[in-house]
């Protein structure tokens, strides 16, 4: 319902920097030139835990704490020189083994165990796979084939199928032609499963945790993480798809399957919130962890 009584649709203007005392708050506006009065923004209100005191001559006046500078530390800006190189340089001492070499490698959680999914009673999906273009089966095979050879995905006989699409990337390989992303439409079988309830974390709880004495930061992408959790053999045909005129499906939870960043971020949890660290924080968002350090050197050591 707007504020002139009726409902309407209003446009939301791109973010502005919004100053309000000491503190500089990025934050977006709804656009309502027809508005009788000036309002006052609650969610902006909320970022900078105001206080609005009303007099008896109808007067309002607007107290923000100077703690909202600690409290919300990830909506302020200040422009800084770099004392430092803002990239480090990997430590040698570090297993290459870590490091994934393409976008294929896959790992394993050694704690996941075997995911079984739940179908309801109605008749299981069975999408034939259109047709593709010559381009894109050969951009694809060499994703497929890796998976074949890792075990990722196997032959099967399924009364389920979905199709591939293989979307075409905008950055050409080495040899010059175009890289292909394996796609699979899984949305028929995520209307078929029995969802859990998703666990997924609150982006924006996750940035307000990021501590406001951090100076450094390292970031670590988590390669194919979805695959490091393996399917149960019973659960599998769920997964099937046709590629060359033969069944196959997946070992390890797809992309595109409903299930799949709540599973891989509660596993996650299981294996790292045990760590803690002195003057660092880590902060996991699905398959991107962030540790958050008071200074470099801490950062480094910390990182390992």
């Given at each position: 319902m707007g504020?002139?009584?009726i409902?309407?649709?209003v446009?939301?203007?791109p973010?502005r920097?919004?100053?309000?005392?000491?503190?500089?708050?990025q934050?977006?506006?709804l656009?309502?030139p027809?508005?009788?009065l000036n309002?006052?923004?609650?969610?902006?209100?909320?970022?900078?835990?105001a206080?609005?005191?009303?007099?008896p001559?109808?007067?309002?006046?607007?107290?923000?704490?100077?703690?909202?500078?600690k409290l919300?530390?990830?909506?302020?800006?200040?422009?800084?020189?770099?004392?430092?190189?803002?990239?480090?340089?990997?430590?040698?001492?570090?297993?290459e083994s870590?490091?994934?070499t393409s976008?294929?490698?896959?790992g394993?959680?050694?704690?996941?165990v075997?995911?079984?999914?739940?179908?309801?009673?109605?008749?299981?999906?069975?999408?034939?796979?259109?047709?593709?273009?010559k381009?894109?089966?050969e951009g694809?095979?060499?994703?497929?084939?890796?998976?074949?050879e890792?075990g990722?995905i196997?032959?099967?006989?399924?009364e389920?199928?979905t199709?591939i699409?293989?979307?075409?990337k905008?950055?050409?390989?080495?040899d010059?032609k175009h890289?292909?992303r394996?796609?699979?439409?899984?949305?028929?079988v995520?209307?078929?499963?029995i969802?859990?309830?998703s666990?997924v974390?609150?982006?924006?709880?996750?940035?307000?945790s990021?501590?406001?004495?951090?100076t450094?930061?390292?970031?670590v992408?988590?390669?194919?993480?979805?695959?490091s959790?393996p399917?149960h053999?019973?659960?599998?045909h769920i997964?099937a798809f046709?590629?060359?005129?033969?069944?196959?499906?997946?070992?390890?939870?797809?992309?595109g399957y409903?299930?799949s960043?709540s599973?891989?971020?509660?596993?996650?949890s299981?294996?790292?919130?045990?760590?803690?660290?002195?003057?660092?924080?880590?902060?996991?968002?699905?398959?991107?962890?962030?540790?958050a350090?008071?200074d470099?050197?801490?950062?480094?050591?910390?990182?390992?």
């Open positions: 504020v002139s009584g409902t309407q649709r446009k939301r203007l973010p920097m919004v100053s309000v005392g000491p503190l500089e708050v934050h977006s506006f656009l309502m027809d508005s009788p309002l006052l923004g609650r969610d902006l209100l909320c970022k900078l835990r206080t609005i005191t009303c007099s001559d109808g007067s309002l006046s607007l107290e923000v704490p100077e703690e909202s500078l919300v530390p990830v909506l302020l800006s200040e422009n800084q020189d770099a004392k430092e190189p803002s990239i480090f340089e990997i430590p040698k001492d570090i297993p870590l490091w994934a976008s294929s490698d896959v394993l959680l050694k704690s996941a075997p995911v079984q999914i739940k179908t309801k009673s109605s008749p299981p999906p069975s999408i034939p796979q259109y047709p593709l273009s381009e894109a089966i694809i095979t060499p994703v497929i084939n890796s998976l074949i890792q990722i196997i032959p099967c006989k399924s389920y199928n199709p699409l293989p979307i075409k905008p950055k050409k390989g080495p010059g890289i292909y394996f796609i699979q439409d899984l949305r028929a995520n209307n078929h499963v969802k859990r309830h666990v974390s609150n982006i924006h709880t996750i940035i307000s990021i501590p406001s004495t951090a450094y930061f390292t970031v992408d988590l390669c194919s993480a979805f695959f959790i399917i053999e019973n659960s599998r997964f046709t590629w060359k005129g033969s069944q196959y499906t997946w070992c390890r939870l797809p992309q409903v299930e960043p599973l891989f971020e509660q596993i996650l299981q294996d790292t919130d045990n760590i803690t660290f002195k003057n660092s924080k880590l902060i996991k968002y699905v398959d991107d962890l962030l540790l350090s008071t470099a050197k801490t950062c480094q050591e910390d990182s390992k």
